[in-house]
């Protein structure tokens, strides 16, 4: 997640950093550019709790300890990326929501990154005007564990240690992997 982060805002443009800075009610000094080192960025992110956007670790738990209320379903995007069909039908089945067979190879289309790069100027809030090259910029990679050409095992161990001192191991190595939720109404992975 943080990658993506990173990649949002070292590529801010200045109508982002305008509409973030003077939005209402905003506390914190003024946001800026990022450092130039993604790593710098990630050991930043995690020893201030998500900086400088919100409390990440705060906003995880939150939603871990209400997954097993029936209206929440807890989604992980390295599921979606491994079985987006599986996925799909998971949504549809707890939205009671049937879908017809006709319109299964569109929705599956639709949800592609192809389709979403190839479209991004429709999907993408105000169709990428917060993003120096646009739409293009927001939906970047899409790809996993970007992270492991970057941090080092002292980082991903800090890393580990802080997630399981915060959310408990389940919901860190759910977190981390998109496996191991046992709660009532999501599937085991």
């Given at each position: 997640m943080v990658?993506?982060?990173?990649?949002?805002?070292?590529n801010a443009s200045e109508c982002y950093y305008k509409t973030v800075n003077e939005t209402p009610g905003r506390i914190g000094p003024p946001l800026a550019p990022p450092v130039?080192?993604?790593?710098?960025?990630f050991l930043e992110w995690l020893a201030r709790d998500g900086?400088?956007?919100?409390p990440f670790w705060e906003n995880i738990k939150s939603w871990w300890?209400?997954?097993?209320?029936?209206?929440?379903l807890l989604l992980h995007y390295a599921n979606?990326?491994?079985?987006?069909?599986g996925e799909i039908r998971r949504i549809a089945t707890f939205l009671d929501i049937d879908i017809d067979p006709k319109t299964?190879?569109?929705i599956l289309e639709h949800c592609s990154m192809d389709y979403m790069r190839a479209h991004g100027d429709r999907i993408v809030p105000l169709e990428g005007a917060f993003w120096t090259k646009g739409a293009r910029t927001f939906i970047h990679k899409?790809?996993?564990g970007r992270w492991k050409q970057t941090l080092t095992d002292d980082d991903i161990r800090l890393y580990r240690d802080h997630a399981i001192a915060v959310l408990g191991v389940e919901c860190a190595r759910w977190l981390e992997t998109g496996t191991g939720m046992t709660a009532s109404g999501n599937t085991l992975v």
């Open positions: 990658w993506s982060l990173y990649n949002h805002h070292a130039a080192s993604i790593r710098q960025y900086y400088p956007y919100w300890d209400i997954r097993h209320l029936p209206n929440v979606l990326t491994k079985n987006m069909p299964w190879p569109v899409g790809t996993n």
